[in-house]
T-cell receptor, first 113, second 112 residues
């Protein structure tokens, strides 16, 4: 049982390049989330998917798109990376029947130059 | 809207000292409350939780009590170890979309 996995662990992009961050969970959870973590700002929700087939914007969605590929996988795409998107990105999942506790992946450290 | 405020760090302690990290929240209704811990280079792990007023969450020697009258969920540990050095996040959860709202995190450094 791997929990929540994310790829890649590290990535460096040039301004304007695109990339997709991958996330998968093997806990049969319904809901999945993408956060970014910036120094001194805690975690901010980018997008979430309450269930397979649905996605919704979070607090900071601009510059990102998501795809809930199936129940296991939830990807985050940066179409045209900007230096302001330099951050650590975390994926999380939860069983909607639980007390809302979320399980986090190990993160992707992204640098945009 | 929902918000979580926690004390800024870093908090530097000696081993075996008492640790308190303050957390207060603003929310409508009755949220669930969480403490997450992030060790260097890792993702967040759930440390403890409380789902209703007066509940006490506990794990690994850490405790926090859900105080609705003061809208607080302070984290405490009686005797910290070097291995407790980490960043601690307070969070609240509400039903709609199972979204969590996080505080800014408190870095704790325990010295031998």
């Amino acid at each position: 049982n791997a929990g929540v996995t994310q790829t890649p662990k590290f990535q460096v992009l040039k301004t304007g390049q695109s990339m997709t961050l991958q996330c998968a969970q093997d806990m049969n959870h319904n809901s999945m989330y993408w956060y970014r973590q910036d120094p001194g700002m805690g975690l901010r929700l980018i997008y979430y998917s309450a269930s397979e087939g649905t996605t919704d914007k979070g607090e900071v969605p601009n510059g990102y798109n998501v795809s809930r590929l199936n129940k296991r996988e939830f990807s985050l795409r940066l179409e045209s990376a900007a230096p302001s998107q330099t951050s650590v990105y975390f994926c999380a999942s939860t069983d909607s029947g639980g007390a809302y506790e979320q399980y986090f992946g190990p993160g992707t450290r992204l640098t945009v130059t | 809207g929902n918000s979580v405020t926690q004390m800024e760090g870093p908090v530097t302690l000696s081993e075996e000292a008492f640790l308190t990290i303050n957390c207060t929240y603003t929310a409508t209704g009755y949220p669930s409350l969480f403490w997450y811990v992030q060790y260097p280079g890792e993702g967040l792990q759930l440390l403890l939780k409380a789902t209703k007023a007066d509940d006490k969450g506990s794990n690994k020697g850490f405790e926090a009590t859900y105080r609705k009258e003061t809208t607080s969920f302070h984290l405490e540990k009686g005797s910290v170890q070097v291995s407790d050095s980490a960043v601690y996040f307070c969070a609240l959860g509400k039903a709609a979309g199972n979204k969590l709202t996080f505080g800014g995190g408190t870095r704790v450094l325990v010295k031998p």
